[in-house]
Each structure stands twice: as structure tokens, then as C-alpha cells.
């Protein structure tokens, strides 16, 4: 007989599909709720603030009570059946994002969480784990999955496409769980330098201090350059000098902008130190730099951008 409430790993060996049955936020003053539990997956995001979540296994009177202290950045995922109870103390209010999802025999439901398996070694590790509570770090990527899929329920219901939208957010949602729980069960040094890598990817260009980095992070200053060390074979501002004189070389190849402009847009205070820097980390000036490579084609393989990572560990 079949369990008319399935797990997560129940529905991936069954080949169910996700369906959505509830999604709502809200900000939490102070908050008690008594246990329970219910027939769906939920995903609970902490978008500001701190709050705590009780988790009992499979039955209100199972010995043993798991608490979960959710941060901001952070979220858990609460597979069907497992009772919880959502605490906010008075004092630290916290603005939480839920999402309640119901595994269904649909095929209107779009892809099942099996054919999505059998394509995913992360999403299969994961339902082989059938772990009642997941609680993990988002670098944004399931925050933006989450609110494209609020979006496409509240302004997009009626679209043509809407069901095709609606089953591949919900792919790409699983998808990015699966890889979350990779990443943290990963080493977890290469996991902060992961996180620091993306964050400074996004803000080089705003200056990024190393205490603004590793506070993104979550970790001690001096650790994250320790890891960026053993890692990289660099420190944190290197990295973000490097990614300014990538930036510049890139456009001393595709713009007319003066070298000045350049050095300004690179975040250069003057041409001097800018052309200093260049000169060390290319081993020409910038002007020369142009004149030799304006008029050929970057070759394959040649580095100028940073594409990729490549993380050794020093043990």
C-alpha cells in the first residue's frame, strides 16, 4: 500500500511530480506555534533576522528533539511528515518565506522527481539521505528560484505557458536544494571559498574590504585568507585586484575609452597606480597592451577573464 502523504525519496522512487500548495511570508514579531505536521514538503527561507525550529522525526511523541537556529541566508527543508514547531523569540523578530509543496501521480504536474534523479547525482544523494530536515546555507540561488515562482503564481496564472514555467522553476528548484546540500556536505574550507569567490564576483568593481567579505561569508577574516591561500595560492584583495585588471583588459580590447577612463572604471584612483598594476600582472602597459592585442583575436584557451575554479586540498 502506498503512503498517501510520500516523502521526498517515496516520491523520487515513485517518480512523483511537485506541486504547489501554499506559499506565503510573513514577519514575525514574536511567534509560538505548537508542533505539528502535515502532508507536504516545506521549504521555510529566513530573509531577515534569526528564528528557531523544533523538528521531531515521524510522530509527535518520537524521542528526541532537533532545534534548528535559522539565520538570515539560510533555510530549511521539511520533508512531509515531519513534525516542527516554528519559534521566534520576542526581542528578534524574523521575516520567513514559506513554501508548501505536495508530491503528486500527475503528469499535468510537469517532470517527476525520479526522471530528474536518474539525470541529477546531487538530487539522487539527496533522497538516498531521507532525511526528515535539511538545513542549509543559500547563496541566493533557491531565494531566486522561491520568488520567481511567486511571481509566476501571483502575475502569470493565466499566461499559455504557465504550466511549462511553473514545472521547470519547480526542476530548478529541487535542483538547487540538491546542490546546496552538496556544497555544505563538501570540504568545507572550498565551500567558503566558493561563497567568497561569488560574492566578490559580484562587487569587485564596489571595493570589496576583506572583513566585508568574510562577514558575507560568516567566518574570521584571517581564516578566509588562510583558505584563500592554501586554495588560491592568493589573498581576498588580491583576487579582487585581479578581477579589476581583468575587467580593464577586456575593455582596453572592446572600447575606445581613453586608458584614464579605463583606470577610473576599474576602480583606479589614478592612471599611475593603474598603470603600475597592469603592468605587473600583464607585463606590459596598458597602451601597449591595446596596440599588440587590438588587432588580433583573443586564441582559444588565452586568459584574460577568470572562467572557472580549480580547488585543491592542502590535506
Known amino acids: ?13 515513485r517518480n512523483l511530480a511537485p506541486r504547489l500548495d501554499a506559499f506565503y511570508g510573513n514577519t514575525f514579531q514574536s511567534y509560538d506555534m505548537s508542533f505539528h505536521g502535515h502532508s507536504r514538503m516545506e521549504i521555510m527561507l529566513a530573509l531577515t533576522g534569526r528564528c528557531r525550529i523544533l523538528v521531531r522525526s515521524r510522530a509527535p511523541d518520537a524521542p528526541g528533539t532537533r532545534e534548528i537556529r535559522l539565520r538570515e541566508g539560510e533555510f530549511v527543508f521539511l520533508d512531509a511528515g ?18 508548501e509543496i505536495q508530491a503528486v501521480e500527475d503528469p499535468a504536474a510537469g517532470p517527476g522527481l525520479g526522471d530528474l534523479a536518474r539525470r541529477s547525482a546531487a538530487l539522487a544523494a539527496m533522497a538516498r539521505r531521507e532525511a526528515s530536515c535539511l538545513h542549509l546555507r543559500d547563496s541566493g540561488e533557491v531565494f531566486s528560484c522561491v520568488n ?3 511571481q509566476e503564481e501571483e502575475f502569470h496564472a493565466d499566461d499559455r505557458d504557465h504550466d511549462l514555467m511553473r514545472q521547470t522553476l519547480f526542476s530548478l528548484l529541487f535542483l538547487r536544494i540538491a546542490r546546496a546540500l552538496e556544497e ?19 562587487t569587485y568593481d564596489l571595493h570589496p574590504t576583506v572583513e566585508e567579505v568574510a562577514r558575507h561569508v560568516g567566518i574570521h577574516p584571517a581564516h578566509l585568507q588562510r583558505l584563500f591561500r592554501a586554495h588560491l ?3 581576498v584583495l588580491g583576487r579582487v585586484q585581479r578581477l579589476r585588471l581583468e575587467k ?4 582596453l580590447l572592446e572600447s575606445d575609452l581613453p586608458v584614464v577612463d579605463i583606470a577610473v572604471h576599474a576602480g583606479f584612483n589614478s592612471r599611475q597606480g593603474f598603470g603600475l598594476a597592469f603592468r605587473r600582472h600583464f607585463g606590459v602597459p596598458p597602451a601597449i597592451f591595446r596596440k599588440q592585442r587590438g588587432s588580433q583575436a583573443i ?17
Do not use: Y
Not at 503512503?3 to 521526498?8: A, E, G, Q, S
Not at 515531519?82 to 513554501?99: A, E, K, N, Q, S
Not at 556536505?185 to 561563497?195: E, K, L
Not at 572562467?307 to 585543491?312: A, K, Y
Open 299 to 315: 586564441r582559444p584557451g588565452e586568459r584574460i577573464l577568470v572562467r572557472s575554479e580549480t580547488f585543491t586540498d592542502p590535506d
Open 148 to 150: 520567481q515562482i511567486q
Open 233 to 235: 595560492g592568493e589573498t
Open 184 to 202: 555544505q556536505a563538501d570540504t568545507p574550507g572550498i565551500t567558503h571559498v566558493r561563497n567568497a569567490l561569488r560574492h566578490i564576483g559580484e
Open 1 to 13: 500500500m502506498t503512503d498517501p502523504f510520500p516523502t521526498f525519496a517515496q516520491a523520487v522512487r
Open 248 to 251: 580593464a583588459a577586456m575593455m
Open 82 to 99: 515531519t513534525f516542527h514547531r516554528l519559534v521566534v523569540d520576542p526581542g528578534h523578530p524574523c521575516r520567513l518565506f514559506m513554501l
